[in-house]
């Protein structure tokens, strides 16, 4: 029963993130300013982010449930705090203020931080790392997309 309660309480935090971050980017793929920007043609359409951040983050959530109920410690939620405030300012970073490169360097931060996520904790989390490489994957692709508009532009 424990395990529920973290896996709905990741649920709301990181589904909250995503809110926020969405709220904060104030339409930003529908501006005219990202519309109008040289892209790289591995761009998904847009529907796929939507769809990608949704399984992202149900899977990311019941990780993080696995991993604080086997490491209950303050530095597992400093790096998921690092991890959510990174996540959501990229968005307004990025979409809002238009810093491309700070907005790139935000985004390699967040992989970073996934990285750890995946690989510190692999040889404890065993199989369920697989369920962290979905958003540490889209992260490299993102990071791939944010380097693009910033060297392409």
């Known amino acids: 029963m424990k395990l529920l309660k973290y896996i709905i309480l990741f649920l709301l935090i990181n589904f ?3 809110a926020i971050g ?31 951040w949704t399984t992202i983050m149900i899977c990311f959530s019941i990780y993080m449930a696995y991993l604080y109920k086997l490491i209950s410690n303050a530095s597992i939620l400093v790096l998921f ?19 491309v490169g700070l907005g790139l360097t935000v985004i390699l931060m967040l992989t970073a931080v996934v990285g750890i996520f995946a690989f510190s904790f ?11 490489l979905p958003y540490f994957i889209w992260l490299c692709i993102a990071t791939s997309l944010n380097g693009y508009i910033l060297f392409n532009n």
């Open 16 to 18: 909250g993130a995503l």
């Open 22 to 52: 969405s709220w904060l980017m104030d339409n930003g793929p529908q501006t005219d300013w990202y519309l109008n920007l040289n892209k790289a043609p591995w761009t998904p359409p847009g529907w796929v982010f939507g769809a990608a």
């Open 81 to 99: 705090s690092l991890q959510f405030v990174l996540n959501v300012i990229w968005n307004y970073i990025f979409f809002n203020q238009h810093f």
């Open 122 to 132: 692999m040889h404890k989390m065993k199989w369920k790392t697989a369920l962290v």
